[in-house]
């Protein structure tokens, strides 16, 4: 049977050619029509953006905001780094001509043939006095550093034994990092009348120094004041925050506030009358009613601070924001007072925000102070764990986030209605017991989160970390119930002499200069907990 030959898919010559030149025509009349088309358009193609669909939008614009911020303050930092650098090459041509004026005035003068030398010598070597110079400033720098050194020394051995939380934004060491916020801190307390200390609702204790209390209370005489405000108080049941708040009135005048408004599909308790609005109008009366009362021809300086990450800053933005504007300082994030973050180390130096004549506040850098648990020793692990559990740390500098979901998962095991809740965050069914709780727990969530490595295998650490972000943000619940007193302790307190002084009457005292009775933001009794989804 003859093959019947198969036709070439093969052109012409003559046909390739026409369709090239037909091709190479149109875009001449393309070209031809563009450029007698008034309207401009961009070779550029535009991004089309982020889609409104896209579940993570305001995450992402969140990110993308937080990274712009980032660069800005990173080049402000440059910028101002270079001015010091130039500064400092400046500086020891004008400081030679004092010293040899002073030289002059103590030595014999010179005749004309001396000073002839000494101006042939400085123009053969001109060197020679920048380099003097510029020894001896390394020499007051060097003294400078043991002088810090020695403070240091002081401060961890006295009452301000601080130590600050690394920051994204402060490329230098911890150690220099420690020392800058310690001096902002200590300007704070000199320089303020009153004292906010922001505690963080859902562990008021764990976020409190009774070191720091002690050393306020004894500024000045005792002449300064210290308000206790508990932030975030949206993330606990209104039970809860009325219990935290009789047993923090025992110590210092103490007013709830909910300074900003929660993170996206937070789980939050609706407490009625208690608003981002109501709560900082009441702080923000007390704090004029002292200044009106003091009488005093300057303004009143009022010192923000705490822990990072428990408010501070946004607490200013909550003051700032009743009276319809930003203070005086100016910041880019959305034309508040000052910038605030998810993350730690947002606020790296001190700010003073002006609210009126007579009335200022000063925010300053979070520092993680001694903690509060007195007497009780425990490992540089377990700390690390309890500080990234109150979101001191950033993020990005945490090295093993394992023990942290460890030590959650331990304080929420104590209630079964708290387990059931997490376990219905990432839809898990109930955890084994029989082995590892935490090894277990963080699998399934790599599994529902997508938190997978090469080969389908979890990735634990990612895990970990994408459960800390749920329990910062407020999507998990959890909170650390206030201690009980009895019967017997109450009245051993009450007849003991504490060492400063009797709470109690401070505590009426100064809720007097406030005009504090009224203000406390008390629901009523047997207020039932509504659920924010």
């Given at each position: 049977m003859v093959k019947i030959k198969q036709k070439s898919?093969?052109?012409?010559?003559?046909?390739?050619?026409?369709?090239?030149?037909?091709?190479?025509?149109?875009?001449?009349?393309?070209?031809?029509e563009a450029k007698n088309n008034p309207e401009w358009r961009s070779r550029l193609k535009k991004d089309p953006g982020i889609p409104n669909l896209f579940p993570y939008k305001?995450?992402?614009?969140?990110?993308?905001?937080?990274?712009?911020?980032?660069?800005?303050?990173?080049?402000?930092?440059?910028?101002?780094?270079?001015?010091?650098?130039?500064?400092?090459?400046?500086?020891?041509?004008?400081?030679?001509?004092?010293?040899?004026?002073?030289?002059?005035?103590?030595?014999?003068?010179?005749n004309k043939e001396e000073m002839d030398e000494d101006l042939d010598d400085e123009s053969a070597n001109p060197m020679a006095a920048l380099l003097a110079s510029a020894k001896a400033r390394a020499a007051d720098y060097e003294e400078e550093s043991e002088d810090d050194d020695e403070m240091d020394e002081d401060v961890s051995e006295g009452d301000l034994g601080v130590d600050s939380t690394p920051t994204t934004s402060i490329p230098h060491s911890l150690e220099s990092s420690r020392r800058a916020f310690d001096k902002v801190f200590k300007n704070v307390l000199s320089s303020a009348d009153i004292l906010?200390?922001?505690?963080?609702?859902?562990?008021?204790?764990?976020?409190?120094?009774?070191?720091?209390?002690?050393q306020i209370t004894a500024l000045d005489g005792g002449s300064k004041r210290l308000i206790l405000i508990l932030n975030k108080i949206d993330l606990v049941p209104p039970p809860v925050l009325k219990n935290w708040l009789t047993h923090l009135r025992r110590y210092f005048p103490t007013l709830p506030l909910r300074a900003?408004?929660?993170?996206?599909?937070?789980?939050?308790?609706?407490?009625?009358?208690?608003?981002?609005?109501?709560?900082s109008e009441t702080l923000l009366r007390a704090l004029k009613t002292y200044a009106s009362g003091r009488q005093l021809k300057r303004s009143i300086s009022?010192?923000?601070?705490?822990?990072?990450?428990?408010?501070?800053?946004?607490?200013?933005?909550?003051?700032?924001?009743?009276?319809?504007?930003?203070?005086?300082?100016?910041?880019?994030?959305?034309?508040?007072?000052?910038?605030?973050?998810?993350?730690?180390?947002?606020?790296t130096a001190l700010r003073e925000v002006k609210i009126d004549n007579k009335l200022k506040l000063l925010d300053s850098p979070g520092i993680v102070f001694p903690s509060a648990a007195e007497g009780e020793k425990t490992s540089r692990r377990d700390e690390q764990a309890r500080l990234i559990l109150l979101n001191a740390i950033p993020p990005k500098q945490i090295s093993d986030p394992i023990p942290a979901v460890s030590l959650l998962l331990r304080r929420l095991s104590s209630s079964k209605e708290s387990m059931a809740k997490l376990m219905d965050v990432y839809g898990l069914p109930p955890l084994m017991t029989a082995g590892e709780a935490t090894t277990d727990f963080l699998v399934q969530v790599a599994r529902k989160r997508g938190r997978l490595g090469k080969?389908?295998?979890?990735?634990?650490?990612?895990?970990?970390?994408?459960?800390?972000?749920?329990?910062?943000?407020?999507?998990?619940?959890?909170?650390?119930d206030a201690p009980v007193i009895g019967v017997a302790d109450a009245n051993k307190r009450d007849g003991a002499a504490d060492e400063n002084g009797d709470r109690k009457e401070i505590v009426k005292e100064w809720a007097e200069e406030f005009k504090l009775e009224g203000l406390w933001g008390d629901g009523p009794e047997g207020g039932e907990e509504v659920m924010q989804e």
């Open positions: 898919k093969r052109t012409p010559v003559r046909l390739r050619h026409k369709i090239a030149k037909a091709g190479a025509a149109k875009q001449r009349k393309q070209r031809k305001d995450r992402i614009l969140h990110d993308i905001e937080e990274k712009r911020r980032l660069k800005e303050e990173e080049f402000v930092r440059k910028r101002d780094e270079a001015k010091v650098r130039k500064g400092m090459l400046e500086a020891p041509l004008d400081e030679d001509v004092p010293d040899a004026a002073e030289a002059d005035s103590v030595e014999e003068p010179l906010l200390y922001v505690l963080d609702a859902r562990d008021p204790n764990g976020t409190r120094s009774r070191d720091i209390e002690r900003s408004n929660p993170a996206p599909n937070a789980r939050t308790f609706d407490h009625k009358a208690l608003t981002v609005k109501g709560t009022v010192g923000v601070v705490g822990y990072p990450n428990v408010g501070k800053s946004s607490v200013i933005n909550a003051l700032t924001s009743r009276l319809g504007g930003s203070g005086n300082a100016g910041s880019r994030n959305n034309g508040t007072a000052c910038p605030v973050g998810a993350e730690a180390g947002v606020t080969g389908g295998v979890p990735n634990i650490n990612s895990a970990a970390i994408t459960v800390l972000m749920d329990w910062r943000d407020g999507r998990i619940q959890g909170w650390v």
